[in-house]
Nanobody
Framework: VQLQASGGGMVQTGGSLRLSCAAS??????MGWFRRAPGKEREFVSA????????FYTDSVRGRFTISRDNAKGTVYLQMNSLSPEDTAVYYC????????????????????WGQGTQVTVSS
């Protein structure tokens, strides 16, 4: 089982990036994105329930980021628009084989599988 994250890079303030996380080896009921900024703890960014397509966002990214999935490719995406330096972090995708209850979606312990991080750097 593997989660392969990609799409990070360096952009200027106001720019956009799209992160991808390709899952292999099994299907997942819930997938999400977390990030860790320098000197800070890992924080929840967004999640999606695979079958229903329900999406969840942390307040700081709602309206700027969009999570989506491609069933055929087994891939989840995070479209990030209007990026700011505060979005600079290593972004990690995460997944769980079962439906994660809403109260656990923002908790890293709610996920069983993690991909490697992808660096997002936003310059001012």
């Amino acid at each position: 089982v593997q989660l392969q994250a990609s799409g990070g890079g360096m952009v200027q303030t106001g720019g956009s990036l799209r992160l991808s996380c390709a899952a292999s080896g099994r299907t997942f009921a819930t997938m999400g994105w977390f990030r860790r900024a320098p000197g800070k703890e890992r924080e929840f960014v967004s999640a999606i329930r695979w079958s229903a397509g329900n999406t969840f966002y942390t307040d700081s990214v709602r309206g700027r980021f969009t999570i989506s999935r491609d069933n055929a490719k087994g891939t989840v995406y995070l479209q990030m628009n209007s990026l700011s330096p505060e979005d600079t972090a290593v972004y990690y995708c995460a997944a769980h084989g079962s439906r994660v209850i809403t109260s656990m979606l923002k908790n890293p312990n709610g996920y069983d599988y993690w991909g490697q991080g992808t660096q997002v750097t936003v310059s001012s």
